[in-house]
Nanobody, 119 residues
Framework: QAQLVESGGGLVQPGGSLRLSCAAS????????MGWYRQAPGPARELVAS???????NYADSVKGRFTISRDNAKNTVYLQLNSLKPEDTAVYHC?????????????WGQGIQVTVSS
């Protein structure tokens, strides 16, 4: 069973930057597509960015050009670099590990970490 632990959140002013990290343990990290989701009060959890084991990435339109996802398979860690932050980026950010085996999907989640963008 995979365990995911996020770090790096906090309070930042608009236009600032943060780097989130998600350390995985308990499974073979390279088997999983890794993603970052966020959830603000009210709306459903949304996908922010994802990255395959081979390094292919996908981003929500709202963060393209500002956020960068990366992974280090040797360190079992996925990162999310957040630049040019806006107040609407304020949310709890969750790390996700997903693996599809035939028709079965396996998902693991971190506990979430708060990112607050405010002056």
């Amino acid at each position: 069973q995979a365990q995911l632990v996020e770090s790096g959140g906090g309070l930042v002013q608009p236009g600032g930057s943060l780097r989130l990290s998600c350390a995985a343990s308990g499974t073979i990290f390279s088997f999983y597509v890794m993603g970052w989701y966020r959830q603000a009060p009210g709306p459903a959890r949304e996908l922010v960015a994802s990255i395959t084991s081979g390094g292919s990435t996908n981003y929500a339109d709202s963060v393209k050009g500002r956020f960068t996802i990366s992974r280090d398979n040797a360190k079992n860690t996925v990162y999310l670099q957040l630049n040019s932050l806006k107040p609407e980026d304020t949310a709890v950010y969750h790390c996700n590990a997903h693996r599809q085996v035939g028709h079965a999907g396996y998902d693991y989640w971190g506990q979430g970490i708060q990112v607050t963008v405010s002056s």
